[in-house]
């Protein structure tokens, strides 16, 4: 018989086959060892769970004849004793698992003798039942993927039906003779503390437990993000503190305890609540301009600090310093000494200058100019009942030098007259940080594209300068774009207030930021004899509140860092009106009334792939218009309940869609090769004879012509 040579492929099918085989040997003697272990069912198989220098627990004994699992106590010494104690009597059956098997069949049955909706594999669901489900929260899940069949899911998404197919590939499974490694290994149940605690220690453990307090350390200098430490003048000293900035923590309530950070400016707000307006109005610190400037003074730089603490061992952010003094010194007034405390008189503390003017609002949220020279103190009026001089805004500005720390602070109040139907009151604060000596200062969102999270820069197309051209006597106007001077009032969107309505107040709108989409909406109130004859008015309020401020010819900057001068780097906001007007034809009903506000802005991003710059390319305003139906619920469904307010709600949506044009895949050309030698290359076979040039080239020939082929 001729000898026959294997190829590639044929060797390749003999080695997988021989593989194949000895894993089906392998995977038969478990089974069969396996299968032998637990042909009696009666019998169970207990593993010592712990060593003989552990302490002493229950071990579970085995009672062959019964079939039963029973455990008897080992006398344990009672100084060591760590799990309670079992009644001798008493014995503990636990309940058994199957290994291999899915326990789980119907997952969504959660409430026992009655039917669960949706469920429909619970048995205590009637067919009549399942014919009232809109679908089934019965879990079918394969074991194992790879086997020899095809494989269909349905996923339902936005009512859009997705389907995927899968199916067995080059190798897949058609007997499975290893049905362990579809199932979790059954666990042991765990019934003493060192046991427990070697699994922590195992598989890690997280504990929420308050850390202990570390003293502060403290720098030559601020860097970013370090908390700005404060000095306070109290009666029995000077305290340590550092500069709040009260935030929101799990709730909208404010906690005060959230430090301001160097360098960081930062923008909060939360919700102060009252429980009697005429007690706590002038009790109340955090209502009062008191708290949040006066007698505080800030640390330069924390080396002063650490240099207090030079003899101090135990020190945190409550010790309090001391009074110490300087030479007496005499009052003008009393002709007597008096004393000044020398380490809060330094010129390395910072005193908090007020800003002027500071700003009052009345009820009415108008907001006009005041000067305060000093703190004021919250007033309670009995007549009005009303409660004056309340701290709604706090903004504190921050200057300074590099190392030299802060050499300058000043702090805006805003002071409004608030009554017990303003509460919970909505607080703001902010911190601003300010270089020394540095003029015109002003943010880009980028530069020059957008960079995620700034604002969007918007504005107003004016003209700002008229010229007569001298030669043909034309009037030449010129072009520009005005800007709010706050950066995050320039394009914004709906905001409510505590109580769910539309906040009137420009400021407390909800800046667009590139590259976050996002929804906002407020609700507004009408009455029955609104939706029937005031459709007109209903629309153009919500207008206003969705738009808000918004300009006649707004235009939006196609860079971080457009200029304002240039217009042809805007590009103007398109707006898309409803067609049809507000009407009402069926009483308590409004047909074409503007509810929400979508704007959609195009950005594409250009330059170089590994660094693309965002350019915004096109801004649209779509006002969205629908039908507004006075419900029929309950109470507004009486007699006589015509002018009982409803409340529907309107919202805005921002959305950024990008619309970035990818190089085409083009091959290039495979470029020519260019290979020059240098000019002495044959310089040995210049020297020599003309033979021995012969003789050279023809063996220089030759070992080139056979290294190349």
Same mark, same amino acid.
């Not at 700005?228 to 909208?252: R, S």
């Given at each position: 018989?001729?000898?026959?040579?294997?190829?590639?492929?044929?060797?390749?099918?003999?080695?997988?086959?021989?593989?194949?085989?000895?894993?089906?040997?392998?995977?038969?003697?478990?089974?069969?060892?396996?299968?032998?272990? @637990?042909?009696?069912?009666?019998?169970?198989?207990?593993?010592?769970?712990?060593?003989?220098?552990?302490?002493?627990?229950?071990?579970?004994? !085995?009672?062959?004849?019964?079939?039963?699992?029973? $455990?008897?106590?080992? +006398?344990?010494?009672?100084?060591?004793?760590?799990?309670?104690?079992?009644?001798?009597?008493?014995?503990?059956?636990?309940?058994?698992?199957?290994?291999?098997?899915?326990?789980? +069949?119907?997952?969504?049955?959660?409430?026992?003798?009655?039917?669960?909706?949706?469920?429909?594999?619970?048995?205590?669901?009637?067919?009549?039942?399942?014919? %009232?489900?809109?679908?089934?929260?019965?879990?079918?899940?394969?074991?194992?993927?790879? &086997?020899?069949?095809?494989?269909? %899911?349905?996923? #339902?998404?936005?009512?859009?039906?997705?389907?995927? /197919?899968?199916?067995?590939?080059?190798?897949?499974?058609?007997?499975?003779?290893?049905?362990?490694?579809?199932?979790?290994?059954?666990?042991?149940?765990?019934?003493?503390?060192?046991?427990?605690?070697?699994?922590?220690?195992?598989?890690?453990?997280?504990?929420?437990?308050?850390?202990? /307090?570390?003293?502060?350390?403290? *720098?030559?200098?601020?860097?970013?993000?370090?908390?700005?430490?404060?000095?306070?003048?109290?009666?029995?000293?000077?305290?340590?503190?550092?500069?709040?900035?009260?935030?929101?923590?799990?709730?909208?309530?404010?906690?005060?305890?959230?430090?301001?950070?160097?360098?960081?400016?930062?923008?909060?707000?939360?919700?102060?609540?009252?429980?009697?307006?005429?007690?706590?109005?002038?009790?109340?610190?955090?209502?009062?301009?008191?708290?949040?400037?006066?007698?505080?003074?800030?640390?330069?730089?924390? =080396?002063?600090?650490?240099?207090?603490?030079?003899?101090?061992?135990?020190?945190?952010?409550?010790?309090?310093?001391?009074?110490?003094?300087?030479?007496?010194?005499?009052?003008?007034?009393?002709?007597?000494?008096?004393?000044?405390?020398?380490?809060?008189?330094?010129?390395?503390?910072?005193?908090?200058?007020?800003?002027?003017?500071?700003?009052?609002? #009345?009820?009415?949220?108008?907001? @006009?100019?005041?000067?305060?020279?000093?703190?004021?103190?919250? @007033?309670?009026?009995?007549? %009005?009942?009303?409660?004056?001089? &309340?701290?709604?805004?706090?903004?504190?500005?921050?200057?300074?030098?590099?190392?030299?720390?802060?050499?300058?602070?000043?702090?805006?109040?805003?002071?409004? %007259?608030?009554?017990?139907?303003?509460?919970?009151?909505?607080?703001?604060? $902010?911190?601003?940080?300010?270089?020394?000596?540095?003029?015109?200062?002003?943010?880009?969102?980028?530069?020059?594209?957008?960079?995620?999270?700034? +604002?969007?820069?918007?504005? #107003?197309?004016?003209?700002?300068?008229?010229?007569?051209?001298?030669?043909?006597?034309?009037?030449?106007?010129?072009?520009?774009?005005?800007?709010?001077?706050?950066?995050?009032?320039?394009?914004?969107?709906?905001?409510?207030?505590?109580?769910?309505?539309? $906040?009137?107040?420009?400021?407390?709108?909800?800046?667009?930021?590139?590259? /976050?989409?996002?929804?906002?909406?407020?609700?507004?109130?009408?009455?029955?004899?609104?939706?029937?004859? =005031?459709?007109?008015?209903?629309?153009?309020?919500?207008?206003?509140?969705?738009?808000?401020?918004?300009?006649?010819?707004?235009?939006?900057?196609?860079? *971080?860092?457009?200029?304002?001068?240039?217009?042809?780097?805007?590009?103007?906001?398109?707006?898309?009106?409803?067609?049809?007007?507000?009407?009402?034809?069926?009483?308590?009903?409004?047909?074409?009334?503007?509810?929400?506000?979508?704007? /959609?802005?195009?950005?594409?991003?250009?330059?170089?792939?590994?660094?693309?710059?965002?350019?915004?390319?096109?801004?649209?305003?779509?006002?969205?218009?629908?039908?507004?139906?006075?419900?029929?619920?309950?109470?507004?469904?009486?007699?006589?309940?015509?002018?009982?307010?409803?409340?529907?709600?309107?919202?805005?949506?921002?959305?950024?869609?990008?619309?970035?044009?990818?190089?085409?895949?083009?091959?290039?050309?495979?470029?020519?090769?260019?290979?020059?030698?240098?000019?002495?290359?044959?310089?040995?076979?210049? !020297?020599?004879?003309?033979?021995?040039?012969?003789?050279?080239?023809?063996?220089?020939?030759?070992?080139?012509?056979?290294?190349?082929?």
């Amino acid at each position: 018989m001729a000898k026959q040579n294997l190829g590639i492929p044929e060797l390749l099918l003999l080695v997988i086959s021989l593989g194949c085989t000895f894993i089906l040997l392998v995977n038969s003697q478990n089974m069969n060892s396996t299968t032998n272990s @637990t042909d009696n069912p009666n019998i169970t198989t207990v593993e010592p769970s712990m060593t003989s220098d552990q302490p002493t627990t229950d071990e579970p004994t !085995t009672d062959t004849a019964g079939g039963e699992t029973t $455990s008897v106590p080992e +006398p344990v010494d009672p100084q060591q004793q760590t799990t309670p104690t079992r009644p001798e009597e008493m014995s503990i059956e636990y309940s058994t698992i199957q290994a291999n098997t899915d326990i789980g +069949p119907c997952t969504c049955d959660l409430t026992g003798n009655a039917c669960d909706v949706n469920c429909c594999c619970d048995s205590d669901c009637s067919a009549d039942d399942i014919s %009232t489900f809109s679908f089934c929260n019965n879990q079918d899940l394969s074991n194992e993927d790879r &086997v020899c069949f095809s494989k269909e %899911t349905i996923y #339902n998404i936005n009512n859009d039906e997705v389907t995927t /197919e899968t199916v067995g590939g080059l190798f897949c499974i058609y007997t499975d003779n290893y049905e362990d490694r579809n199932y979790y290994t059954v666990p042991d149940t765990v019934d003493s503390i060192d046991t427990f605690d070697e699994l922590v220690t195992e598989y890690g453990s997280y504990n929420f437990a308050k850390q202990s /307090e570390t003293n502060e350390t403290f *720098g030559d200098y601020y860097k970013y993000g370090d908390k700005i430490y404060t000095l306070f003048e109290g009666v029995k000293g000077i305290a340590l503190g550092y500069l709040g900035l009260p935030a929101l923590l799990v709730t909208n309530a404010c906690t005060d305890n959230n430090p301001a950070r160097y360098l960081v400016d930062e923008n909060t707000e939360c919700v102060r609540t009252v429980t009697d307006l005429a007690t706590e109005c002038q009790t109340l610190p955090s209502l009062s301009s008191y708290s949040y400037y006066n007698e505080i003074k800030i640390v330069a730089v924390p =080396a002063y600090i650490r240099d207090m603490f030079v003899n101090v061992t135990d020190y945190n952010l409550t010790t309090v310093f001391p009074v110490t003094t300087d030479a007496p010194k005499v009052n003008a007034s009393t002709q007597t000494p008096s004393t000044t405390p020398s380490l809060y008189s330094g010129e390395e503390f910072v005193p908090i200058r007020l800003a002027q003017p500071s700003f009052c609002e #009345n009820l009415l949220d108008i907001r @006009t100019s005041c000067n305060i020279s000093s703190f004021q103190t919250p @007033t309670y009026n009995n007549v %009005t009942e009303t409660c004056s001089n &309340v701290v709604t805004e706090v903004l504190y500005t921050i200057t300074h030098n590099a190392t030299d720390g802060i050499v300058d602070a000043e702090v805006l109040f805003v002071l409004s %007259t608030v009554n017990a139907e303003s509460f919970p009151l909505l607080q703001k604060f $902010s911190t601003s940080f300010v270089k020394f000596d540095e003029e015109d200062v002003f943010a880009r969102s980028g530069n020059p594209g957008y960079v995620i999270g700034e +604002p969007l820069i918007a504005g #107003n197309l004016t003209s700002y300068e008229e010229s007569v051209d001298e030669g043909t006597e034309e009037v030449l106007i010129t072009y520009a774009i005005s800007l709010s001077e706050d950066r995050y009032n320039r394009m914004t969107v709906v905001t409510a207030t505590a109580s769910g309505t539309c $906040s009137s107040d420009p400021d407390s709108r909800i800046p667009v930021v590139f590259g /976050e989409d996002i929804r906002s909406g407020c609700l507004i109130s009408v009455s029955f004899s609104d939706v029937t004859e =005031a459709c007109t008015a209903i629309n153009a309020i919500a207008k206003q509140a969705l738009a808000g401020e918004m300009p006649q010819s707004m235009y939006v900057a196609m860079f *971080g860092n457009s200029d304002v001068g240039i217009v042809g780097d805007w590009v103007p906001v398109i707006i898309q009106e409803p067609v049809a007007e507000p009407t009402s034809i069926v009483a308590g009903q409004c047909d074409n009334v503007i509810l929400s506000l979508s704007i /959609e802005i195009l950005y594409a991003n250009i330059g170089s792939l590994a660094n693309p710059q965002a350019k915004i390319v096109g801004v649209k305003y779509t006002f969205i218009p629908g039908k507004l139906t006075y419900q029929c619920v309950g109470p507004y469904c009486q007699a006589g309940t015509e002018n009982l307010r409803q409340k529907y709600e309107i919202a805005s949506s921002v959305a950024f869609l990008d619309v970035s044009t990818y190089p085409d895949a083009v091959l290039a050309e495979i470029p020519p090769w260019k290979v020059e030698l240098p000019n002495d290359f044959f310089y040995p076979l210049s !020297t020599a004879s003309i033979l021995h040039v012969h003789i050279l080239t023809i063996m220089l020939l030759l070992m080139v012509n056979l290294l190349c082929t």
